[in-house]
């Protein structure tokens, strides 16, 4: 049973414009939500985290929503730039983390 | 600062042959210790994790397994790997801090494959 799902495998999105990345999950219980970002062949690096209790986080040109009612998130990167293509990964949990299965980004420019 | 170390980069092992997997942690102490991998077109699965030494909580059966011998140094080792043993294995770490995330910072990873 997968607990955390990115139901999109890639988005392609115009240089300039917002990117819009999706998560679900289905365990009530995760405290923390995080968001990485990950090139071929390299570890995931992290990009922002938000917190159960919060609906909303900001990191510049980053910001995470929190649905908790739909058990929802998205990352949403604004203005996308071309060096922002990668493979995007949520993640939920507490001291362990489950990982979704990843969205690739292309931003075109 | 805290740096992470994970080797070998690349790996081409026969089925049946024995693996090892190593990575150190630098500029922290006590650190959770974890083992994802990920396999190909997949996301990252978490196989081990560690909150200290000689404590190992496995979270798939498989046919790897993991030790902890030092406080920043976390092994992945298998006797005899499969063809399904191919992935990209990663190592992370984190600190528990009282408030805000427990974030995962990750090493650059090993690419095994099994042939």
């Known amino acids: 049973d997968q607990q955390v799902k990115q139901n999109s495998p890639s988005l392609s999105v115009q240089e300039g414009r917002i990117s819009i990345l999706n998560c679900d999950y289905t365990?009530?219980?995760?405290?923390?939500f995080l968001w990485y970002k990950k090139y071929p062949a390299e570890g995931p690096t992290f990009l922002i985290s938000?917190?159960?209790?919060?609906d909303k986080n900001e990191d510049g040109r980053f910001t995470v929503f929190l649905n908790k009612s739909a058990k929802h998130l998205s990352l949403h990167i604004v203005p996308s730039q071309p060096g922002d293509s990668a493979v995007y990964f949520c993640?939920?949990?507490?001291?362990?983390?489950?990982f979704g299965t990843g969205t690739r980004l292309k931003v075109l420019a | 600062s805290q740096t992470i170390h994970q080797w070998p980069a690349t790996l081409v092992q026969p089925v049946g042959s024995p693996l090892s997997l190593e990575c150190t942690v630098e500029?922290?102490?006590?650190?959770?210790l974890y083992w994802y991998r990920q396999a190909a077109g997949r996301g990252l699965q978490l196989l081990f994790y560690?909150?200290?030494?000689?404590?190992i909580s496995s979270e798939v059966p498989q046919n790897l397994s993991a030790s902890r011998p030092q406080d920043r140094q976390f092994i992945l080792s298998s006797k005899k790997l499969l063809l399904s043993d191919s992935g990209f294995y990663l190592c992370?770490?984190?600190?528990?801090?009282?408030?805000?995330?427990?974030?995962?910072?990750f090493g650059a990873g090993s690419r095994l494959t099994v042939l």
């Open positions: 992370a770490w984190s600190v528990l801090v009282a408030a805000g995330a427990n974030v995962l910072t």
């Open positions: 365990n009530s219980m995760f405290d923390y």
């Open positions: 938000i917190s159960s209790i919060k």
């Open positions: 993640a939920a949990g507490t001291y362990k983390y489950i």
């Open positions: 500029g922290t102490s006590n650190p959770n």
């Open positions: 560690s909150v200290g030494i000689g404590q």
